[in-house]
């Protein structure tokens, strides 16, 4: 079992920033790839970003490229999402997931592939 606790989230204005962090503990060192999803009312879970490792490739939906950028403290088994340039439309819920295995592209944005979650942050953006 690996338990996730997502922190971070929080009220900002359109155009600053945030940084979540997803700290994992259990059975850690299963873990091979971490990915943020999000959540807005009445919408589906999306992906945002993911990572996997050894090689630490990374991967991000496109409309968070340039914006957001997703980084690992191995030693800590800690994950943040950096995110700039908010807007309202990134308001919602920020989840954080992991599964032990790596997960290429098209796996790392399916929410089916992954095992363990966390119970969420929420982001609010103003106008």
């Known amino acids: 079992q690996v338990q996730l606790v997502e922190s971070g989230g929080g009220l900002v204005q359109a155009g600053g920033s945030l940084r979540l962090s997803c700290s994992a503990s259990?059975?850690?060192?299963?873990?091979?790839?971490m990915g943020w999803f999000r959540q807005a009312p009445g919408k589906e879970r999306e992906f945002v970003a993911a990572?996997?490792?050894?090689?630490?490739?990374?991967y991000y939906a496109d409309f968070v490229k340039g914006r957001f950028t997703i980084s690992r403290d191995k030693a800590e088994i800690t994950v943040y999402l950096q995110m700039k340039s908010l807007q309202p439309v990134d308001t919602a819920v920020y989840y954080c997931?992991?599964?032990?295995?790596?997960?290429?592209?098209?796996?790392?944005?399916?929410?089916?592939?992954?095992?363990?979650w966390g119970q969420g942050t929420q982001v609010t953006v103003s106008s």
């Open positions: 259990g059975r850690t060192f299963s873990m091979y790839s």
């Open positions: 990572v996997s490792w050894p090689s630490s490739n990374t």
């Open positions: 997931a992991t599964v032990d295995r790596f997960l290429d592209t098209a796996q790392a944005m399916s929410v089916k592939q992954y095992d363990y």
